[in-house]
């Protein structure tokens, strides 16, 4: 022994690091501190044996052929992480260390045997492996998963690893993703979702985004998508963000299903809102309604009431027909029926409601979905076509009998020859009843024409005053009243002289039927820049207030006293056709019990 190896020895037993040194060819262990016997599982005994023989599961390992190279060639050794297999308490076990194998050489300079130094990095070879494996099985799931992954190096914005989900979402192949930046990769994205990117790395808050619209350019052709997807910021073990992962599923199908679903729901309630239908949800088990703003307004209220009110606005000779509706909708599972309500108001309404049950798995009735339509105004004109048609019936009935009446006379007198005086004045009243039949039944077939858009004008110029005596002509000669015309007696005007003239007519006549005891009639006309407006005044009981809206509707007849009048209530219907037809406007001016005042006006027209 050379003088420094006491000194050598002392320095290796307090080492906390395996430390060891091998003499001779045979490398025979001099000397081994506490840490390289514990790390070996072996006692002092080893001490003196040659490392093979002390441990023989070196043998079949690169490490005694190292310490051997650096006894004969004088060459240091040094590994990075080497994986030895020592044989602890029977059990062969894996250890991980560096190694420093260095030639020990005495004061001639001569290699007398090689020290170890030792530094065991078990623990962090292992947690490198976990981590490692961790990737891999990351990196397996990643290409696995069934929704699009993409994980980006949060320095570089390279792309590390990327599936085939996200690779046929962008319409990209793995060769022009990964392992490229994202933005070269997809620029199509960079300029909104760049500066996304940026700040979750800044700030480590992930950003979430659903049904993102984007253009991605897929096989070369630009595609409108939508797309869920999350940047969640991936840290490392000291809490650094090191990359991003992007987690993307395409929702473009399910958005376009949902926005198809929602216009034609939009349809739907623009088509309801336009028919002004009020909708009701029916819930049968707790008796409770959901009802539309359009349901509460036709019930008279300005918001939704509970279902008892709703119950209580029915008129109570109707509730029975809701009642045995609802018993047949239970049974049919459809709804149907019509009745009155009424309004807080007191006033009274029609309505027609629909709807369809629906039942639960067990088949019991759960749920009504309907509709409600204000049917008033559809009641009140069935109610005046109804009305016309018994009135039709009775206008036309009147003049048959009378002529058939006048012909029967007729063939008596004829064949008897008796009062041939008499044939002429019964000729005269057939006639009379004729004229009438083909009022009536020229009214119809106006109305008919009207109603194809079919009344033709034909127009041509005519002196005004001329029109309206011509047209009073009938009043005059009777002697009961005194037609009065003011205006200027040269005015001419361009217009279907026979249609003004039947206006003329109906409101002359309107006047001698709804103001008999007015003897006075005023028909006044009066030129302003392009058209003229004439008017025709009686002095009789004039025209209730609510009735003023309604007398140019088809079948309206005023009927304020009771008395029942003669017509069909065509007159002012047909005569305010005429008057659009030629461009005019038509109305009324009344005050009840101070007479009425029609009026119309007309173009000048050309020559």
Same mark, same amino acid.
């Given at each position: 022994?050379?003088?420094?190896?006491?000194?050598?020895?002392?320095?290796?037993?307090?080492?906390?690091?395996?430390?060891?040194?091998?003499?001779?060819?045979?490398?025979?262990?001099?000397?081994?501190?506490?840490?390289?016997?514990?790390?070996?599982?072996?006692?002092?005994?080893?001490?003196?044996?040659?490392?093979? =023989?002390?441990?023989?599961?070196?043998?079949?390992?690169?490490?005694?052929? @190292? #310490?051997?190279?650096?006894?004969?060639?004088?060459?240091?050794?040094?590994?990075?992480?080497?994986?030895?297999? $020592?044989?602890?308490?029977? =059990?062969?076990?894996?250890?991980?260390?560096?190694?420093?194998?260095?030639?020990?050489?005495?004061?001639?300079?001569?290699? @007398?045997?090689?020290?170890?130094?030792?530094?065991?990095?078990?623990?962090?070879?292992?947690?490198?492996?976990?981590?490692?494996?961790?990737?891999?099985?990351?990196?397996?799931?990643?290409?696995?998963?069934?929704?699009?992954?993409?994980?980006?190096?949060?320095?570089?914005?390279?792309?590390?690893?990327?599936?085939?989900?996200?690779?046929?979402?962008?319409?990209?192949?793995?060769?022009?993703?990964?392992?490229?930046?994202?933005?070269?990769?997809?620029?199509?994205?960079?300029?909104?979702?760049?500066?996304?990117?940026?700040?979750?790395?800044?700030?480590?808050?992930?950003?979430?985004?659903?049904?993102?619209?984007?253009? #991605?350019?897929?096989?070369?052709?630009?595609?409108?998508?939508?797309?869920?997807?999350?940047?969640?910021?991936?840290?490392?073990?000291?809490?650094?963000?090191?990359?991003?992962?992007?987690?993307?599923?395409? =929702?473009?199908?399910?958005?376009?299903?949902?926005?198809?679903?929602?216009?034609?729901?939009?349809?739907?309630?623009?088509?309801?809102?336009?028919?002004?239908?009020?909708?009701?949800?029916?819930?049968?088990?707790?008796?409770?309604?959901?009802?539309?703003?359009?349901?509460?307004?036709?019930?008279?209220?300005?918001?939704?009431?509970?279902?008892?009110?709703?119950?209580?606005?029915?008129?109570?000779?109707?509730?029975?027909?809701?009642?045995?509706?609802?018993?047949?909708?239970?049974?049919?599972?459809?709804?149907? @029926?019509?009745?009155?309500?009424?309004?807080?108001?007191?006033?009274?309404?029609?309505?027609?409601?629909?709807?369809?049950?629906?039942?639960?798995?067990?088949?019991?009735?759960?749920?009504?979905?309907?509709?409600?339509?204000?049917?008033?105004?559809?009641?009140?004109?069935?109610?005046?076509?109804?009305?016309?048609?018994?009135?039709?019936?009775?206008?036309?009935?009147?003049?048959?009998?009378?002529?058939?009446?006048?012909?029967?006379?007729?063939?008596?007198?004829?064949?008897?020859?008796?009062?041939?005086?008499?044939?002429?004045?019964?000729?005269?009243?057939?006639?009379?009843?004729?004229?009438?039949?083909?009022?009536?039944?020229?009214?119809?077939?106006?109305?008919?024409?009207?109603?194809?858009?079919?009344?033709?004008?034909?127009?041509?110029?005519?002196?005004?005053?001329?029109?309206?005596?011509?047209?009073?002509?009938?009043?005059?000669?009777?002697?009961?009243?005194?037609?009065?015309?003011?205006?200027?007696?040269? #005015?001419?005007?361009?217009?279907?002289?026979?249609?003004?003239?039947?206006?003329?007519?109906?409101? =002359?006549?309107?006047?001698?039927?709804?103001?008999?005891?007015?003897?006075?009639?005023?028909?006044?006309?009066?030129?302003?820049?392009?058209?003229?407006?004439?008017?025709?005044?009686?002095?009789?009981?004039? $025209?209730?207030?609510?009735?003023?809206?309604?007398?140019?509707?088809?079948?309206?007849?005023?009927?304020?006293?009771?008395?029942?009048?003669?017509?069909?209530?065509?007159?002012?219907?047909?005569?305010?056709?005429?008057?659009?037809?030629?461009?005019?406007?038509?109305?009324?001016?009344?005050?009840?019990?101070?007479?009425?005042?029609?009026?119309?006006?007309?173009?000048?027209?050309?020559?």
């Amino acid at each position: 022994m050379e003088p420094t190896e006491s000194t050598f020895r002392e320095m290796v037993n307090l080492s906390p690091f395996p430390v060891y040194l091998c003499t001779g060819e045979d490398l025979v262990i001099t000397v081994a501190n506490n840490a390289t016997l514990k790390a070996w599982s072996r006692d002092a005994s080893v001490i003196g044996k040659p490392i093979a =023989v002390a441990l023989p599961e070196l043998r079949d390992q690169p490490f005694l052929g @190292y #310490l051997l190279n650096v006894y004969r060639t004088g060459q240091p050794f040094h590994s990075d992480i080497s994986r030895v297999d $020592i044989n602890a308490n029977g =059990v062969l076990q894996t250890y991980y260390y560096k190694f420093n194998y260095l030639p020990m050489r005495n004061s001639a300079g001569e290699i @007398y045997g090689v020290a170890a130094f030792n530094t065991e990095v078990t623990e962090l070879e292992r947690a490198k492996q976990e981590v490692e494996e961790s990737r891999m099985i990351l990196y397996n799931l990643v290409r696995q998963a069934p929704v699009g992954i993409c994980i980006i190096g949060a320095n570089d914005l390279v792309v590390d690893v990327v599936n085939e989900s996200y690779l046929e979402l962008v319409g990209k192949k793995r060769w022009q993703v990964e392992n490229r930046n994202i933005w070269d990769a997809i620029p199509e994205a960079k300029a909104f979702y760049s500066p996304v990117m940026d700040r979750v790395i800044a700030t480590g808050e992930a950003f979430v985004a659903q049904e993102a619209e984007l253009i #991605l350019i897929r096989d070369g052709i630009a595609e409108n998508v939508f797309v869920d997807f999350v940047y969640e910021p991936v840290r490392h073990f000291d809490g650094t963000i090191n990359a991003i992962m992007v987690i993307a599923f395409e =929702v473009t199908d399910k958005v376009l299903a949902r926005r198809a679903i929602e216009d034609i729901e939009e349809r739907n309630r623009l088509a309801i809102e336009a028919a002004e239908i009020g909708t009701f949800d029916f819930d049968l088990v707790h008796t409770t309604t959901v009802t539309s703003d359009r349901f509460n307004q036709i019930f008279g209220f300005d918001g939704p009431v509970p279902h008892r009110l709703l119950i209580d606005a029915f008129h109570p000779e109707d509730k029975q027909i809701r009642e045995h509706a609802h018993e047949e909708a239970l049974r049919s599972g459809y709804l149907y @029926y019509e009745a009155r309500i009424i309004w807080p108001d007191d006033s009274m309404h029609w309505i027609r409601a629909q709807g369809k049950v629906y039942r639960d798995k067990n088949e019991k009735p759960v749920r009504m979905l309907g509709t409600i339509l204000d049917i008033t105004e559809f009641k009140r004109l069935q109610q005046q076509k109804d009305d016309f048609i018994s009135v039709a019936s009775h206008e036309l009935k009147t003049p048959m009998t009378s002529v058939k009446a006048s012909i029967q006379i007729l063939d008596k007198l004829i064949r008897t020859g008796t009062n041939p005086d008499k044939i002429s004045t019964f000729i005269d009243k057939a006639n009379s009843s004729l004229n009438k039949m083909q009022h009536l039944i020229e009214s119809l077939l106006n109305v008919s024409r009207i109603s194809a858009g079919q009344l033709e004008l034909s127009k041509s110029r005519f002196n005004v005053t001329e029109m309206i005596n011509e047209s009073c002509d009938y009043v005059r000669v009777a002697g009961d009243y005194q037609v009065i015309i003011k205006g200027d007696k040269d #005015l001419e005007i361009v217009a279907d002289k026979q249609k003004i003239e039947q206006i003329l007519v109906n409101l =002359v006549n309107n006047a001698v039927k709804y103001a008999p005891n007015s003897k006075e009639i005023i028909i006044e006309f009066t030129k302003r820049k392009t058209t003229i407006k004439i008017s025709v005044q009686d002095f009789g009981e004039g $025209i209730p207030y609510d009735k003023i809206p309604h007398l140019f509707e088809r079948y309206y007849r005023v009927d304020s006293t009771g008395v029942q009048y003669s017509g069909l209530g065509l007159g002012l219907y047909i005569s305010a056709e005429i008057v659009e037809r030629h461009g005019g406007k038509i109305g009324v001016n009344s005050d009840a019990g101070r007479g009425s005042s029609f009026w119309f006006t007309l173009p000048l027209g050309d020559s």
